[in-house]
């Protein structure tokens, strides 16, 4: 007999891609909750606090948790840190700050992870500047996730995206499902039309991280926290996104489903 070759990546099923959607949904929905109580005077710890009871008040469990040792259920990542920060009751927003919170869960087995950056109160125009450029740069990789093409297409048109802006090196998006971190890595720079090829059934987390400076990053004592070498501020955005047939189905986005 000879052995049928199995795919490289994990493949998933239209009910599959349903039931990743519900995961998406649950991470969506408890962004939004976390995005209505930033405020000057809230702590990391309060809002990983909320973000606990949202997803676990749906079913889910979150997937942060636990993950690695990791002691928290949401990254959040203030200024100058990019991704991986824990939240602590220590940590006050304060007016004019920058704060990424990265978010997973899952229900019935499957991952759901997206990102987002919000000001807490008033912010700088070039602070709002770069969000705007971040969620650019993660619409313009969604856009590019069509079947057919190639891995490196997506991170090419987020690298496109970025234009003035430092793009974090050594930090990637990855392959997602019935794990949270899976092959194949999405890196936020390449040439088009290199790496895998992109098929239906595929669930991707594209996640772009970007400075107003250097692209260089240190990793704190508490050996999670990543931050930018030049104390730069940083925005980072992720949606879990799977290719279909018809194109990008961004499974992390909030109702309806676009």
Known sequence: ?????????????????????????????????????????????????????SI?????????LGYQGYPATICTSVNDE?????????????????ISIDCGAIMDGWHGD??????????????ARLIEACEGALRAGIGAAW?????????????QACSGYGVV????????????HMDPAVPNYGRPG??????PGMALAIEPMLTLGTRETAVLADDWTVITADGS??????????????????????PPDP
Do not use: C, N
């Open 82 to 98: 990019v991704v991986h920060a824990i939240p602590s009751p220590d940590r006050v927003l304060s007016e004019g700050d920058l």
């Open 194 to 199: 290199r790496g895998p090829r992109l098929v």
């Open 1 to 53: 007999m000879i052995a049928r070759r199995r795919p490289p990546f994990e493949l998933k099923t239209p009910a599959q891609l349903d039931l990743m959607r519900e995961a998406g949904l649950v991470v969506a929905r408890t962004l939004s909750v976390l995005a209505e109580a930033i405020a000057p005077g809230v702590t990391t710890a309060d809002l990983d606090k909320l973000a606990e009871a």
């Open 56 to 64: 676990r008040s749906a079913g889910a469990v979150p997937s942060f």
């Open 233 to 254: 501020w940083a925005a980072h955005f992720e949606h879990t996104i799977a290719i279909t047939p018809e194109g990008p189905r961004i499974l992390t986005a909030p």
């Open 114 to 127: 997206a990102a987002v950056t919000v000001g807490v109160g008033t912010i700088a125009d070039e602070h």
């Open 169 to 180: 090196l050594g930090y990637t998006g990855h392959g997602i499902g019935t794990a949270m």
């Open 147 to 159: 079947p057919g093409g190639r891995l490196g297409d997506i991170s090419h048109a987020v690298e």
